[in-house]
T-cell receptor, first 109, second 117 residues
Framework: GQNIDQPTEMTATEGAIVQINCTYQTSGFNGLFWYQQHAGEAPTFLSYNVLDGLEEKGRFSSFLSRSKGYSYLLLKELQMKDSASYLCAVVDSNYQLIWGAGTKLIIKP | GAVVSQHPSWVICKSGTSVKIECRSLDFQATTMFWYRQFPKQSLMLMATSNEGSKATYEQGVEKDKFLINHASLTLSTLTVTSAHPEDSSFYIC?????????????FGPGTRLTVL
């Protein structure tokens, strides 16, 4: 079966750094997305990785290791507005998007 | 660019009535549109994938006769929840993709919150 694992919930302090991990087992791989979703709102795109390595975009970075079936989203200089759920999603060999359950990130002052 | 709208943003209806939700891609042509449902504190659940001009592909466990999907044009898809019941109350989100041979990013609409009394 296809499986995406990410922690259910994480807590971090404003101004700090947090890393949200995602491991996956899918039939094929055509890329991995990270989305941010605030409560009651639709997801918004953060990053897309299809090759190994780190991609940096402002305060957010995303890393991928295809051989390990592993990705992480790194958030720096945390702000209160970063409190949200972070969804990891993998595109499988049929170009279907397989969603993780999401990680709820709680930022404390 | 890549804006997707949904209408209505929220709806309250009586049990047994039908509700139609519209999803529009405003500045691009969406070959493929996706409909998701999300219950509180749960992840997105894909309901169906629709390609313009063809029948939607429903995920296992989703009743195609209850959730009618029409993708009549490259910018509009509709989801009709027929004979809605309280258990259908949920957050319905559509997304649109420009499509093509390889996978393209999905652009999400703002969602529609359905409450069935």
């Amino acid at each position: 079966g296809q499986n995406i694992d990410q922690p259910t919930e994480m807590t971090a302090t404003e101004g700090a750094i947090v890393q949200i991990n995602c491991t996956y087992q899918t039939s094929g791989f055509n890329g991995l997305f990270w989305y941010q979703q605030h409560a009651g709102e639709a997801p918004t795109f953060l990053s897309y990785n299809v090759l190994d390595g780190l991609e940096e975009k402002g305060r957010f970075s995303s890393f991928l290791s295809r051989s390990k079936g592993y990705s992480y989203l790194l958030l720096k200089e945390l702000q209160m507005k970063d409190s949200a759920s972070y969804l990891c999603a993998v595109v499988d060999s049929n170009y279907q998007l397989i969603w993780g359950a999401g990680t709820k990130l709680i930022i404390k002052p | 660019g890549a804006v997707v709208s949904q209408h209505p943003s929220w709806v309250i209806c009586k049990s047994g009535t039908s509700v139609k939700i519209e999803c529009r891609s405003l500045d691009f042509q969406a070959t493929t549109m996706f409909w998701y449902r999300q219950f509180p504190k749960q992840s997105l659940m894909l309901m169906a994938t629709s390609n313009e001009g063809s029948k939607a592909t429903y995920e296992q466990g989703v009743e195609k006769d209850k959730f009618l999907i029409n993708h009549a044009s490259l910018t509009l898809s509709t989801l009709t929840v027929t004979s809605a019941h309280p258990e259908d109350s949920s957050f319905y989100i559509c997304s649109a993709s420009p499509g093509g041979v390889s996978y393209n990013e999905q652009f999400f609409g703002p969602g529609t919150r359905l409450t069935v009394l």
